[in-house]
C-alpha cells in the first residue's frame, strides 16, 4: 500500500506516523517574523504601487488593486529575512556593499528606477515617475543622439574583497527591489488564476475578474508582469534574471501539471502504481505552482548579496524556500478541507469543486478505495463532491497531510542551522512554524 514514507523520503525522514518533533527545539522566544522587517515590508508596499501606474488609469486601477487588500507577504518577508541573516557573509559581498553605496554602481536605491534604455526607446510610461519614463509624444527622437540618462560606471576596487566574511544585519536596495518582485510575480498569477478558477472572491472582496471582467484580469496580470520584468532587468544581475524568469514558467506548467487527469489501473489499482504517480505529480506540481517562486527568489536574495557558487548560503537558501513553500501549500490544502468541514451542510472544498485532488484525497484514497474513482472522474458527476468530502473527513487524510507538511516545515528550519545566529535567523525559524500554524 502507498503511503506518506515515499512523498517523506526526499527529506530523508523515517516512519510515515512519527510525531515530527522541531528540529531546533529551543525555549528562546523567537523573533516575530514581519514585526522585526515591518519597516522595510512597509517601504516594500509603498513604493511598489508607483511601479505600477499607467498612462491608462484602467489598467493602473487594475494593476493596483489586489495590493489594496495586501497579501500575506510571505513571499517578501522571506527575500527581506534572508538578506538579513547573510549579508556580509558571501565571497563577493564587499563589492555588493560598495554597490549600493557608490553613485553609478547600480545598486542604490534611486539608480534601480533608471531605465537601461533611453526612455523614449522603451516607451514605458509611468505617471508616477515622469522624469524616468516617457511617453509616445515625440516623433523626432530617431534623428536625435541618445541622451546621458545614466550616470558614468565607476570601477570596483577589488582589494575591497579581502575582508574577512562577517553579518551585516543589512538589507541592500537590490534585495528590497527583488522583495517587490516576487509580491508583483505572485500577484500576477493570482489575476490570471481567478480568471481560470472562476473566482467570485479574494481576500473578503470581490475577486479582479468579478470586479472587472476577464480580459481586464488578464491584461493587467500581464501588465503587472511586465513592469515587473522592467525591474528585474535594472537589478542588472544575469543569474537573478534566470532564476526569476524561470519563476514565471514554474507557475504557468504548475497550473498545466495541476489539470493533468488520473488514471486508474485497468486492475483496480491493485499496484497502488497510479496512486504513487499522482502523488509524484500532486508534490510536483506543488513545488512549480507555489515552492519555486519562494526558493528562486531566496537564492536570488543571497545572490543579490553577493553569494557565489560555492557559497554554502545558496543552497541553503534554497532548500529553505523550497521546503517552507511545500509545507505552505500543503496546509493551504488542508485548509481548504477544514473550512469545508467548518461548513458542512453547504458546498465546501473549493479544490474538489474545481476537480482538483490534493494531499488529503490522495491519503484518503488509501484507506477508502472508492475514492480512485471520484478521483479519475474529477468529482463531475451529481453529488461527488459531498462523497469526496465525506470521504476524505472520514479519512486520517487531513491530519497525514498535516503531518508531511510539518516534515517539509522542519527541513525549512534544520537547514538554516549552518547560519550564524541572528534576529533575522530567529525570525526565519519562526515563520517555518507560522506557516503550519496558519488558519487562512
Ligand atoms: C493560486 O492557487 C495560484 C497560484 C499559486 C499560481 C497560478 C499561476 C498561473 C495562473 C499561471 C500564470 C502565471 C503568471 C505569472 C501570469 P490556488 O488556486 O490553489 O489558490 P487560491 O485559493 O488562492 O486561488
Ligand atoms: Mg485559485
Redesign the pocket.
Known amino acids: 500500500m502507498y503511503s506518506c514514507s515515499r512523498a517523506l523520503k526526499g527529506l530523508r525522514l523515517s516512519g510515515c506516523r512519527a510525531r515530527w518533533s522541531s528540529t531546533t527545539a529551543s525555549t528562546q522566544p523567537k523573533a516575530d517574523p514581519f514585526k522585526l522587517i515591518s519597516p522595510q515590508l512597509a517601504e516594500v508596499r509603498s513604493s511598489l504601487l508607483s511601479m505600477l501606474g499607467s498612462g491608462h488609469p484602467a489598467l493602473a486601477e487594475i494593476a493596483n488593486y489586489y495590493f489594496l487588500h495586501p497579501s500575506k507577504q510571505v513571499r517578501p518577508v522571506i527575500v527581506l529575512l534572508l538578506s538579513q541573516a547573510t549579508n556580509g557573509l558571501g565571497s563577493n559581498w564587499q563589492q555588493k556593499l560598495w554597490e549600493a553605496e557608490r553613485e553609478g554602481a547600480g545598486g542604490r536605491a534611486s539608480e534601480l528606477d533608471l531605465p537601461l534604455s533611453r526612455p523614449d526607446v522603451l516607451n514605458d510610461w509611468n505617471p508616477n515617475m515622469p522624469g524616468k519614463t516617457s511617453t509616445f509624444s515625440d516623433v523626432k527622437f530617431m534623428l536625435q543622439p541618445p541622451t546621458q540618462h545614466r550616470p558614468p560606471v565607476p570601477t570596483f576596487n577589488e582589494t575591497l574583497s579581502a575582508f574577512p566574511p562577517s553579518l551585516h544585519h543589512s538589507i541592500l536596495p537590490t534585495q528590497r527591489r527583488l522583495a517587490q518582485i516576487v509580491e508583483m510575480?505572485h500577484t500576477?498569477?493570482?489575476?490570471?488564476?481567478?480568471v481560470?478558477?472562476e473566482?467570485a472572491l479574494?481576500r473578503g472582496a470581490p475577486s479582479a475578474p468579478a470586479a472587472y471582467g476577464n480580459k481586464l484580469a488578464v491584461l493587467g496580470?500581464?501588465f503587472v508582469?511586465g513592469r515587473a520584468s522592467a525591474a528585474l532587468a535594472r537589478l542588472g544581475d544575469p543569474e537573478v534574471t534566470e532564476l526569476i524568469a524561470s519563476v514565471?514558467s514554474n507557475?504557468?506548467e504548475?497550473?498545466i501539471l495541476q489539470t493533468k487527469d488520473v488514471k486508474l489501473d485497468t486492475a483496480g489499482d491493485v499496484s497502488g502504481q497510479r496512486r504513487q504517480d499522482a502523488w509524484n505529480i500532486y508534490l510536483h506540481k506543488t513545488y512549480l505552482?507555489?515552492a519555486s517562486l519562494m526558493a528562486k527568489g531566496a537564492r536570488s536574495a543571497v545572490v543579490l548579496g553577493g553569494c557565489k557558487d560555492g557559497d554554502v548560503w545558496k543552497e541553503m537558501a534554497y532548500a529553505y524556500g523550497r521546503n517552507i513553500g511545500i509545507a505552505f501549500q500543503l496546509v493551504?490544502d488542508v485548509l481548504d478541507y477544514e473550512h469545508a468541514s467548518a461548513t458542512l451542510g453547504k458546498p465546501g472544498g473549493?479544490?474538489l469543486q474545481l476537480g482538483l485532488t490534493t494531499g488529503p484525497a490522495l491519503y484518503a484514497w488509501e484507506e477508502y478505495p472508492e475514492m480512485g474513482e471520484l478521483i479519475e472522474r474529477k468529482f463531475e458527476k451529481a453529488g461527488d463532491v459531498e462523497n469526496a468530502r465525506d470521504i476524505v473527513l472520514r479519512s486520517s487524510g487531513v491530519q497525514r497531510t498535516r503531518e508531511l507538511a510539518q516534515a517539509y516545515s522542519d527541513k525549512a528550519k534544520e537547514v538554516l542551522q549552518v547560519l550564524p545566529d541572528s534576529e533575522a535567523k530567529s525570525a526565519l525559524e519562526a515563520l517555518t512554524e507560522r506557516v503550519i500554524g496558519r488558519r487562512s
Open positions: 510575480l500576477a498569477s493570482l489575476l490570471h488564476d481567478d481560470i478558477d473566482s479574494r496580470g500581464n508582469l514565471i507557475l504557468v504548475g497550473e505552482k507555489t493551504d473549493a479544490d
